[in-house]
């Protein structure tokens, strides 16, 4: 059998459509997966919209995939790989996809190759290492070559017209045993706010805010850019517990990459900058002119910010 690319998907969101732009640069046919517990096929037929060489579109939907268990899912993607003989199995970098697919690689035997930022051809790829400070070129010696791909480093696939590709219901589900794990509940906090990785502009506020009631001057401000703002976090500012983790930006959270990005009291540590360095525009408020952030941003604005957030969100209202 012919080997071919298999981008590996959950779900569609920006991040995973750029998994689609990178296996494109692959130059072979792409197989898609959808796994989940309910609305596969209508991910499916979202999928079938975007023309980035997807020749088939496998759709697995059972209630044994509630929570997409890593210890359920992983068995059964090296099912299908063990029945279609891919080259590369692609993930974008999502939470899912860092706990399923080193997995999956290690049953297979070859070494999982994270977070690429850049396809050169099918064996060389480059990562970041050291916090972004360096940039890494390897190659692949691998039969089966199992990434996860950073949804920042690729521009995201747009949907185009009809590709044709053929849809797959897969429906057996029976060799699939768990006895490790249970999903037990997922808690989804609902915002009218765009997620974090999706937003076109970011504002993130650091330690300097003092406190969670702070934030608010943060929400204010992006309530100025409806459906188009998203706040976010320094670790420094999570640890201190004025905002929940799932508002962190870095090397041990999420990686944006908006148009616009607004450090607002943050210093700028290593650890900081390699979540958000790839942002379009960077602007930092920070009364401290030596702090590190000024060394990335576009503009800088040295001052207090309890009295320039207040009154920038006065000016932009009135634009």
Known sequence: MARQTYAFLFWINPKLTASLTAAKQL???????????????????????????????FVAENAIFKGLLSE???????NLQKQNNYTHILGGASTYAKSILPRLAALLDVQPITDVTKIIDSEKFTRNIYAGNAILTLKSNDKIKVMTIR????????????NGAQIEQLSSFNDIKNDQSEFVSQQLQKSERPELTA?????SGGRALKSKENFKLLFDLADVFPGQAAVGASRAAVDAGYCPNDMQIGQTGKIVAPE?????????AIQH???MKD?????????????????????????????????LTEQLKKK
């Open 279 to 311: 942002s379009k525009i960077i602007v930092a408020i920070n009364k401290d002119g030596d702090c590190p952030i000024y060394q990335i941003a576009d503009y800088s604005l040295v001052g207090d910010l309890f009295k320039i957030v207040p009154e």
């Open 27 to 57: 130059n072979n046919d792409v197989h898609c997966i959808i796994i989940g517990q309910e609305k596969c096929s209508e991910v499916a037929a979202e999928l079938q919209k975007f023309n980035t060489n997807i020749k088939k579109i």
């Open 260 to 268: 616009l990005y607004l450090a607002i009291g943050i210093s700028g």
């Open 273 to 275: 900058v390699a979540g």
């Open 72 to 78: 359920v899912v992983t068995p059964f993607l090296l």
């Open 199 to 203: 937003a076109r502009i970011v504002i």
């Open 151 to 162: 949804g920042t480093a690729f521009e995201a696939a747009k949907p185009d017209n009809n």
